[in-house]
């Protein structure tokens, strides 16, 4: 595997491929890898012929400096998962590479990026197409894989896809779970063994909530209230939304597609755990 630095490395490698007809898959992530993206680089592999993962911490999508600051970095661990994975390019440029003077571009898709994360982090989606678009634009990828455990993130790529209409391929991949129910996440590194405990309970209870036959405001009401009643977790939102738009919705049969998105804070710290789950 090779580890590229340079847009135009990555450039020129890529051309070569291209031009043998070689067909290339992206896997972007910003490092700190764990079994959920190697799930996604395996995948890449088997469909594509070139696999590039890029690994850059992107600061732009960040509206918390405390959060990229101990957001872990592991580039040395993170080349061997992706050797093993079988993934042919490590990108991993530095921020003055990838942003020689700022980025002003603005995307703005809503209700999809104002919803949800997108209301709590101003500029986080914003950030996230930013970057993405140069990744894409750099790679010029057949096929993008992201994991499901952001949902959100994948239906505001999917609408930056169209608006700006790239010819790639979205790969939605689903949320690899530690055995306690746990979504992987680079940020569980960060969890104390005892946040460790309680973390798996926002699973169990999302599962839980779609045995219960009840309506959305009182499932919303529910699961809020089992979380909320174990000490260490606090709900920061709970949404259940329509699946392709995430518009908020009041009947189970206003959507095809419905989704009850959560964040929760866990721990003295806190640390912010993401999930989801598919109702229908
Ligand atoms: O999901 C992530 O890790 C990031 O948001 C992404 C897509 C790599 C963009 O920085």
Redesign the pocket.
Do not use: L, R, S, Y
């Given at each position: 595997m090779q580890v590229i630095n340079t847009i135009t490395q990555l450039q020129d490698y890529l051309q070569k491929e291209r031009a043998e007809g070689k067909s290339i898959g992206l896997v972007?992530?910003?490092g700190a890898l764990h079994e959920g993206h190697a799930s996604l680089v395996r995948r890449s592999v088997a469909e594509n012929d070139i696999t590039v993962v890029s690994i850059?911490l992107?600061p732009t999508?960040f509206n918390d400096p405390k959060d990229l600051e101990r957001y872990p970095r592991t580039l040395e661990s993170d080349c061997t998962i992706l050797e093993k994975c079988g993934a042919q390019v490590a990108f991993a440029p530095s921020v003055s590479e990838i942003y020689p003077k700022p980025d002003t571009r603005q995307f703005s898709y809503p209700p999809t990026d104002s919803v949800m994360e997108g209301a709590r982090r101003p500029g986080h989606f914003n950030g996230?197409c930013q970057?993405?678009s140069k990744l894409f634009q750099m790679t010029d990828p057949d096929r993008a894989y992201?994991?499901e455990k952001?949902y959100q993130?994948i239906a505001v790529i999917r609408r930056m896809v169209e608006d700006q209409k790239f010819k790639v391929d979205i790969i939605a991949c689903p949320v690899i779970r530690e055995v306690d129910g746990l979504a992987m996440s680079s940020r569980n590194t960060l969890l104390s063994l005892e946040e460790k405990e309680i973390a798996p309970n926002i699973y169990r209870i999302l599962k839980e909530s779609k045995t219960l036959g009840l309506t959305i405001e009182e499932t919303q009401k529910w699961v809020v209230s089992q979380i909320n009643a174990i000490e260490g977790l606090e709900v920061e939102y709970y949404s259940i939304v329509d699946g392709d738009t995430l518009a908020d919705i009041n009947d189970w049969s206003q959507a095809s597609s419905v989704v009850g998105c959560i964040t929760v804070y866990c721990g003295k710290t806190p640390i912010r755990l993401i999930d989801h789950i598919r109702y229908k």
């Open positions: 972007p992530t910003m850059f992107n999508q996230v970057i993405v992201f994991g952001d993130q």
